[in-house]
């Protein structure tokens, strides 16, 4: 592979190695991840709500971080929902099975998972 002339590039060939190297392994740490990030915004949510708090500094990095993906999960309920014919617990539930099968063969096997049509 080409040198890559920028950072951002560069790390995501990086991100994308590791995850050929050990896919479950990286899947598995970017769902913790996703989940850490909402975790968080619950978190900061509390301030808000219970204490009334609008002045945490962790507050507009949470909304920035879990928006993006809040709206990537909306997209993808509503996919399943009107393309699959999926209720959203049973959409968790095949990406659940999905991460648990995952294995280590040919990056083409894993296309699959993304269910590209």
Known sequence: MPPMPRVPEQA?????????ANP???????????GES???????????LHS????SVALAASLRTVAKLAGVGMDRITHGHYVQNLRPLDLVAK???ALA?????????????LEIN
């Open 12 to 20: 995501a060939v990086t991100r994308i190695k590791k995850h050929l």
């Open 24 to 34: 479950g392994q990286e899947l598995q740490t970017i769902r913790d991840s996703i």
């Open 38 to 48: 909402f975790h968080r915004l619950y978190r900061q949510r509390h301030l808000v």
């Open 52 to 55: 009334g708090r609008l002045d």
């Open 95 to 97: 990406a659940n099975m």
């Open 101 to 113: 099968l995952i294995g280590n063969g040919s990056p083409l096997d894993r296309i699959g998972f």
